[in-house]
């Protein structure tokens, strides 16, 4: 059987498995994860963990500032559980830009196209790429794949993907991408032969994003050009009105960098609360802080605008999805938005908990593309 490695390169942890398999038909026979924090160039040290295939857990601890680092580590390990050398190895790849909409082999134009595409999504995309530059440096020669979040949605409805801009920016690729499209896939695949006509997926987590599916295709989804939009998430702002960003630069002399770090790295349930972005620690807070409970309330607040605009889109919902950290594991959550869409008709039986599977996303793909080769 062929084999797959997956990295899954989040903003705070890196996420890894390797599969066996022919693209349609999947096992997996160890994964792992390594959280190194939330911010890039923290420090370690960080947590390596692997799970193997008969239920052993090998745990290791390595100084790291990058996510690259951690990748002779991870070999090692792979080593040290007898795994074969993979066939192929796939990358979780947040942001396509313009010029990649399909999950494709990595070659040279590729890498150039995906590296052009990393101001899109800062957080991302530098982080998987350099992934990609290291192992080919630790398994020369080694098929890689690039499999993107923005391939589910690189069909979406015009009156969904152009952006109230002037036509000369339209034509450079400013429009809406649309993110999570590869836990969305993961969604759609574990509901088989359920999957409603008229679905929306929340995917809750450190990101955040509200995507309405109609027969099984993204038709909408609250993320835009970039990661940072939609509901305000996690260190993440989330829409805000255009004239904060003119306000900020032109009277409080914010630089772009400045602006980036602002919006992406300081606001969200981190701005807000002063005190975390992590739900859970907000959630046991929340009693004894206002600011705490605000932000978790903002969160609710938005996730239901959100999935009430998506049920505009669709006219109506057959089911709400919730998937992600939060999503899978934030029971009151899940309460207050259906509570809040009582009105609709969302009941308990229109709402279900799918955790989703991005890692096999990745593999199913990455063997496809092995399939391809002579």
């Given at each position: 059987m062929t084999s797959a490695l997956v990295f899954n390169s989040g903003s705070s942890s890196l996420k890894f498995g390797l599969y066996r398999g022919d693209g349609v038909s999947l096992k997996r026979w160890l994964h792992g994860v390594a959280d190194i924090g939330s911010t890039p160039g923290s420090q370690g040290p960080a947590q390596l963990k692997i799970m193997t295939g008969d239920g052993r857990e090998i745990v290791e601890r390595v100084d790291v500032r990058e996510q690259c680092e951690l990748l002779p580590a991870v070999v090692a390990l792979l080593e040290n559980t007898q795994a074969e050398r993979p066939d192929i190895i796939g990358h979780r790849i947040v942001h396509g830009g313009p010029h990649v909409r399909d999950h494709c082999l990595i070659d040279d134009r590729v890498m150039a196209c995906l590296q052009a595409a990393a101001s899109y999504a800062p957080l991302h995309n530098a982080s998987s790429l350099a992934i990609v530059s290291r192992v080919a440096e630790l398994w020369p020669g080694i098929m890689q794949a690039a499999c993107l979040d923005t391939v589910f949605h690189a069909h979406l409805p015009e009156v969904a993907k152009v952006l109230p801009l002037n036509r000369e920016l339209q034509l450079e690729g400013v429009e809406r991408y649309g993110f999570h499209g590869l836990s969305c896939e993961s969604v759609i695949a574990r509901l088989g032969n359920a999957l409603p006509q008229r679905l929306v997926i929340a995917h809750l987590g450190n990101g955040a994003s509200i995507t309405a599916v109609k027969n099984g295709r993204s038709v909408d989804t609250s993320m835009g050009l970039t990661p940072a939009g939609g509901i305000p998430m996690s260190t993440r702002s989330g829409d805000i009105d255009p004239g904060v960003l003119i306000y900020l630069l032109r009277e409080k002399r914010y630089d772009a960098e400045r602006l980036e770090e602002m919006l992406t790295r300081r606001s969200g349930l981190l701005g807000i609360?002063?005190?975390?972005?992590?739900?859970?620690?907000?959630?046991?807070?929340?009693?004894?802080?206002?600011?705490?409970?605000?932000?978790?309330?903002?969160?609710?607040?938005?996730?239901?605008?959100?999935?009430?605009?998506?049920?505009?889109?669709?006219?109506?919902?057959?089911?709400?999805?919730?998937?992600?950290?939060?999503?899978?594991?934030d029971g009151r959550l899940r309460d207050e938005v259906r509570a809040g869409l009582s009105w609709a008709g969302l009941s308990q039986d229109k709402v279900k908990v799918v955790a989703t599977q991005e890692e096999e996303q990745v593999a199913r793909h990455a063997l496809q593309l092995w399939g391809t080769q002579d």
């Open positions: 609360s002063r005190l975390s972005g992590d739900m859970r620690t907000l959630r046991q807070a929340a009693e004894k802080d206002e600011a705490a409970a605000l932000a978790i309330e903002i969160f609710s607040y938005g996730v239901r605008k959100q999935v009430a605009a998506m049920a505009a889109v669709l006219l109506g919902i057959d089911l709400v999805v919730f998937t992600g950290g939060i999503g899978e594991n």
